[in-house]
């Protein structure tokens, strides 16, 4: 009997190698996965004024592992994602607006000329924008940094910011995670380092804390958080994707990624579908360890703290967190006040918050979430809420986001959730229109009104083109039953799936393994006729043929 399956056994391993290097070659051909060596690394560890910082005439490519996106990044002498010149000194007749963020504002995802700052000028300048009565020429620094909090974005502002003479200044707040940065109890708890310096309340007034910034000086800092946030919160967030003990497939697993792009495609897909499974592969050594390896160790309680803010109703110490960003926003203004600078804000959402189908996501990833309630409005309600009892006329763009979502705009890498060149544009255009006719906010005037956004068409005919194959088979199917009738047609299915299997039973009886493959893709493209030639397309097909 083993004898009799060897045949088969070998067959089927020598189509298992075609396949494989089939995908091989057309992933490599099709350029669909990211080059082995890691991309750029472009921020400065530590920086004694915001913990990090980006370095100065660095340069790079920029992509994930689903490679979503491939951007070749270069960083300024000043340290900005902003265009070549850049010069603290204005021209005369600039109007230069200063905008300050995380890393949206910094948008790695996307080359510079599609960032939402470099359109936002475009669009200005396009427009015709008038100071008094001259026509002035509107400038836009990206003073972005990823994963910067309002804390860092102003003590950048105090030491750096202000050398560029703004105009305006546009905070970037983004609720999702703004509110976790600058509350170091909670950014500890999270990150289990102190990587910055930091604000805390004391008797009503701002703190600040480890500046200059000096990571061989914030041992009294970690005691003191580790007090803070308890033994509990401390343990149950503690990274564990460390590699201290390689596994024994770790040699194999590093050569495949260095010489596979099928290997580069799949494990980050994966780490997606079979968290259970990738961490078993990780423990063997044949992947790297990722946030899979991570979540997976916390238990099945395990509930990411950056979540927080959107339970219903907030707990502690998150309301601690609103209260600190209320203190740094506050000074945020004086700052601007002091500069001579009006200062608006624009809030970002996250994916989540524009996009409901991801919220069900998160909860699937996390079952312990599903026991709780949660609010995914309730970020832009408590930023609306204090930046209006602060003062800073606020831009939120959630409704527009999620208005442009359900018209089918791709506006947020779905793995690597930040704004598409799409979402740029939207962003922008919003932006634009606010700061020239809202009648609270508005303080430029332009001459023509600002153009709208141009429709990423790709994703759009994808879409269209996709559903009509849909439909067409579904009116082909339905023509066919009208057709024939009914008992007819389930009697003609029958008889046509009963030849199939026999003459597939008799290449297997008579062990023409070789054979097979081919009769089944025959199969298959003769049903395709067959359906074709049955709807109500079908004489069309002929006269093609």
């Known amino acids: 009997m083993i004898r009799r399956l060897w045949p088969l056994i070998l067959l089927l391993g020598v189509y298992a190698m075609l396949s494989v290097a089939a995908l091989e070659i057309g992933l490599r051909v099709f350029q669909r996965v990211p080059p ?3 991309p750029g690394f472009f921020w400065r560890l530590p920086d004694p004024v915001t913990g990090w910082s980006l370095i100065p005439n660095s340069s790079g490519r920029w992509y994930n592992a689903m490679y979503e996106f491939d951007v070749a990044v270069t960083i300024n002498e000043l340290g900005l994602r902003s265009p070549e010149p850049l010069t603290y000194a204005k021209k005369d007749g600039v109007y230069r607006i200063l905008v300050i963020g995380d890393s949206f504002v910094e948008a790695m995802q996307v080359p510079i000329e599609q960032t939402f700052g470099y359109q936002l000028e475009r669009l200005l300048n396009e427009a015709g924008v008038r100071i008094g009565d001259k026509t002035a020429e509107i400038e836009v620094i990206n003073a972005g940094v990823g994963s910067w909090g309002t804390d860092q974005q102003l003590l950048w502002l105090r030491h750096e910011g202000y050398k560029f003479d703004p105009d305006l200044i546009v905070l970037a707040f983004y609720p999702a995670n703004d509110f976790m940065n600058n509350y170091m109890p909670l950014e500890f708890a999270n990150q289990q380092a102190v990587r910055k310096p930091w604000f805390e309340l004391v008797d009503g007034q701002l703190q600040l804390n480890d500046f200059p910034f000096d990571p061989d000086k914030v041992g009294e800092s ?3 958080l580790r007090e803070l946030i308890g033994v509990t919160a401390n343990t149950n967030n503690a990274l564990v994707t460390n590699n201290d003990t390689p596994g024994v497939l770790r040699g194999i697993g590093e050569w495949l990624h260095q010489y596979s792009a099928l290997y580069r495609y799949l494990v980050p897909r994966l780490r997606v579908v079979a968290p259970h499974f990738t961490a078993w592969l990780a423990q063997s050594g044949l992947i790297e360890a990722g946030h ?3 979540d997976l160790a916390q238990g099945p309680t395990y509930i990411p703290i950056a979540y927080g803010v959107y339970a219903s109703p907030i707990a502690e110490p998150w309301p601690q967190a609103l209260l600190t960003t209320r203190a740094i926003l506050e000074e945020f203004k ?3 006040d002091q500069l001579g600078a009006p200062l608006r804000s624009v809030l970002i959402p996250s994916y989540e918050e524009v996009d409901d189908r991801q919220w069900s ?3 699937q990833r996390y079952p312990a979430m599903q026991a709780h309630r949660w609010d995914t409005a309730q970020p832009a309600m408590l930023t609306k809420q204090i930046f209006d009892e602060v003062g800073i006329p606020l831009l939120d763009l959630t409704p527009i986001m999620r208005q442009s979502a359900e018209q089918g705009k ?3 890498f779905r793995d690597d959730r930040h704004f598409t060149p799409e979402g740029h544009a939207v962003a922008a255009h919003t932006l634009a229109t606010w700061l020239t006719t809202d009648p609270e906010a508005a303080l430029l005037s332009v001459q023509q009104p600002i153009p709208s956004p141009a429709r990423a068409w790709g994703h759009l005919i994808w879409r269209v083109f996709v559903w009509s194959i849909v439909v067409l088979l579904v009116i082909s199917l339905a023509w066919s039953i009208y057709k024939n009738g009914l008992r007819i047609w389930l009697r003609n299915v029958w008889l046509n799936l009963s ?3 026999e003459l597939l039973t008799f290449l297997v009886l008579r062990q023409n393994f070789v054979l097979l493959p081919l009769v089944v893709v025959l199969l298959i493209f003769g ?12 004489p069309f097909i002929y006269t093609l043929f």
């Open 334 to 336: 004086r700052e601007a």
């Open 499 to 501: 030849t199939v299997g």
């Open 292 to 294: 899979e390896v991570n």
């Open 361 to 363: 996501r998160v909860l």
């Open 36 to 38: 082995p060596e890691p």
């Open 222 to 224: 970690r005691r003191r």
């Open 527 to 538: 049903g395709l006729l067959i359906v074709a030639q049955a709807s109500v397309v079908g």
């Open 410 to 412: 791709n506006l947020y």
